[in-house]
Each structure stands twice: as C-alpha cells, then as structure tokens.
C-alpha cells in the first residue's frame, strides 16, 4: 500500500525553514512581536536575555522563527556551554557584537563640524554607528547649516542630527542653530572653545587644559603652553586622539551630546 504523510498542508503552504544560530553573547537581533533590539547577553534553558542600547534588559523564550537576524528570520538556540560568558564592550560602553555587519544606513545623518570633532566621534562611536546605520557627514561650518538642512528636506522617517562647536545663546551660531531646529531636526553644541577640550586632561597626562587669552587662536595657544609644538596641531591633535581608548577619557558634556544625536536619529 502507499504510504501518505499525515501532514496534508499543501508545500506552498508550509513555512520555509529558517537557520538555527547559537545565542552568543553580543549577538543583536530583534524580537519581532515587540520590536525589541538587543544584543544577546544571556542564555539559558528556554529563555534568552537581551539588552538594547540603552541598557534595558528583555528575557525571551527560544522558540521556532522567534526572532530577526539582520532582518531575516532565524531560530536562536542555546550556545555550547564553552562559549564566552560575557561580552566584551565597545569604545562607548554598548555591548560589543563581534563579526556584526554594518545595518544598510538609515536615512537619517548625523553631521559634525570639524575634521577633528568627526574623527573623535568615529573613534568612540563608529561601531555603534555602523550597527545603527547612521551615516556622519562632516561639517565644514555652521554658516552652511541653512542650505544643508534645507536639502536634506527631514522628516519622520529621516531625522537630522548636528553636532557643532561652543554654541553659546545669542551668537549668531546659536540664531542659525535655532532657526533650522525642528522635531526632525536636532541641533545641539557642546560646551568646549575646540573638540580637543573634550578629552579629559587626565587621558594625557597634563593637569587641564591651559588658558588662552581672547583673540589667540586656540590650537596654537594650548600647544605654547604645554611646550606641544606649535607648527603642526593636526599632527599634535592626532597624538591627542591616540590617548583616546573609550568615552571614559571624554567628558561626559561631550557624551550626552553625542547620544543625544544618537537617540533622535534611530528612535522612532
């Protein structure tokens, strides 16, 4: 006699099998239902614990296709037991996720004035960045912040962020500031004369950063002071961002700022 499976579904009909994949610690997926991100931080007989960016944390149960890896469908399963127990974190203090692949950018920008203020921001967020999608575009000066944002056109489904330099009310920085501010359009300053000001003097060694009298550029007053040479600040700033390992060397007017750019762009 022929034999009949008991399963009458129709093969169109049935879900297309989807891959298992070990919950490491630092794996970041999604759990569909709820739409909550986070990076995997625990693992245990039927559950699984995740932590987003923000430090919360959501216990999951392991069930078939319960979650999203990269957008894609996958069922999580418990590691070896001779994995890692705890991941390691990046250069701004998130849950590290090794081998992730950088997420399609966003639409969303973050733009920062300055070539030196860009590359702090790389430095301690890049990794953070590349998961979240978000671009950073370098700012030349804030004179050009009315045409920019003007063609950049933002919206809800793509915010704008802007990090500029010692904005101070009733500037004419701060009046152009304020006026291309939107909810979709977040512009906020922190509170240093140059980014070099953000990194702690203790990370280099020195007391704190020197005086410089007004109306003497800046770059060139620090580096007299501190017996830094005076002829080349690039190469003195990049000295200065070599003793950067993590944002526990920056000050944390510099950090909120940055997250807080972090936040308008990828939160909904």
């Avoid at 690039?234 to 920056?250: E, F, H, N």
Wanted: hydrophobic share 40%; net charge negative.
């Amino acid at each position: 006699m022929r034999q009949y499976s008991a399963d009458l579904t129709p093969p169109w009909k049935k879900p297309k099998p989807v891959p298992e994949v070990a919950a490491e610690p630092g794996l970041v997926v999604e759990e569909p239902g709820t739409g909550f991100c986070g990076a995997v931080i625990r693992c245990e007989a039927g559950t699984v614990t995740l932590e987003d960016r923000f430090g919360k944390h959501r216990v999951f149960p392991l069930e078939p296709r319960g979650f999203l890896l990269e957008g894609r469908a996958v069922t999580l399963v418990r590691p070896p037991s001779n994995g890692p127990s705890r991941p390691s974190r990046t250069a701004s203090g998130s849950v590290a996720v090794p081998g992730a692949r950088a997420r399609v950018a966003r639409a969303g920008r973050i733009y920062v004035e300055g070539r030196h203020d860009a590359e702090l921001v790389e430095k301690v967020w890049g990794d953070d960045l590349r998961i979240e999608g978000v671009v950073v575009e370098y700012l030349e000066g804030v004179d050009d912040l009315p045409a920019i944002v003007a063609e950049f056109a933002p919206g809800p489904d793509a915010r704008l962020g802007v990090l500029v330099d010692h904005l101070l009310p009733g500037t004419k920085e701060w009046r152009i500031a304020q006026s291309v501010t939107s909810d979709h359009a977040l512009v906020v300053g922190h509170p240093y004369i140059d980014i070099w000001e953000a990194v702690k003097p203790s990370a280099l060694g020195i007391g704190s950063w020197p005086r410089v009298p007004h109306g003497q550029d800046w770059k060139t007053g620090v580096c007299r002071a501190l017996g830094w040479p005076t002829d080349n600040t690039g190469a003195v700033w990049q000295a200065i961002l070599a003793r950067v390992g993590s944002y526990k060397d920056l000050e944390p007017e510099l950090l909120g700022c940055v997250e807080r750019l972090i936040d308008h762009v990828t939160v909904p």
